[in-house]
């Protein structure tokens, strides 16, 4: 039972553009939800995470929205810089973030010149 | 100065054979996880150690054994390895068991079974 879904598994967007990755969850029982970026060979680390108290957050060039009815998150990255090509998962947790933590299975960004 | 060290990075070996995996930390963390991810990318929780005490045991067959020494290492042992097992294994810390934004990988060991 896949509680987190990315359904683009790759995305591809031009340097200095915005890129949007998407999340959609089923488990109305997360209320904490992060993003990882993973480079190759090594592995995930934390980006950004939002509360279900909360329908934004902002850190630099990424933003995480939360649109809770839907049961759904965005990850904003602009501008877009190469060195953003990575895999980026979204992860969910349940119970203010303790328990385990649910990943997607990613989507592949890159970012070209 | 590695803060998740994993060893071996990659390991080959035949069904039916028992390995070892083996994770330090060296950030002070309490608590320690190993993480599976398949061949779908699928990235899922096998197992949390607390200080050493076992908090989470997902539903991972009893040939998987998690051993912490002390609350820097935690080793992960594998008897009598199957097809199904090859996989990226991660090991992950945390300060306290949920600190999700503050939890750090190691770069991943390569099972695979042949």
């Known amino acids: 039972d896949q509680q987190v879904k990315q359904n683009s598994p790759s995305l591809s967007v031009q340097e200095g553009r915005i890129s949007i990755l998407n999340c959609d969850y089923t488990?109305?029982?997360?209320?904490?939800f992060l993003w990882y970026k993973k480079y190759p060979a090594e592995g995930p680390t934390f980006l950004i995470s939002i509360s279900s108290i909360k329908d934004k957050n902002e850190d630099g060039r990424f933003t995480v929205f939360l649109n809770k009815s839907a049961k759904h998150l965005s990850l904003h990255i602009v501008p877009s810089q190469p060195g953003d090509s990575a895999v980026y998962f979204c992860a969910a947790s349940g119970k203010g973030g303790g328990n385990k933590l649910t990943f997607g299975t990613g989507t592949q960004l890159k970012v070209e010149l | 100065d590695t803060a998740v060290s994993q060893t071996p990075k990659y390991l080959v070996t035949q069904m039916g054979n028992d390995k070892s995996i083996k994770c330090e930390q060296n950030l002070g963390h309490d608590t320690m996880y190993w993480y599976k991810q398949d061949s779908k990318k699928f990235l899922k929780i096998m197992f949390s150690y607390n200080n050493k005490e076992l908090i989470i045991n997902e539903t991972v067959p009893n040939r998987f054994s998690p051993k912490s020494p002390d609350k820097a290492h935690l080793n992960l042992h594998i008897n009598s390895l199957e097809l199904g097992d090859s996989a990226v294994y991660f090991c992950?810390?945390?300060?306290?068991?949920?600190?999700?934004?503050?939890?750090?990988f190691g770069p991943g060991t390569r099972l695979t079974v042949l």
């Open positions: 488990n109305s029982m997360f209320d904490y």
């Open positions: 992950a810390s945390s300060p306290v068991g949920g600190a999700w934004d503050t939890q750090y």
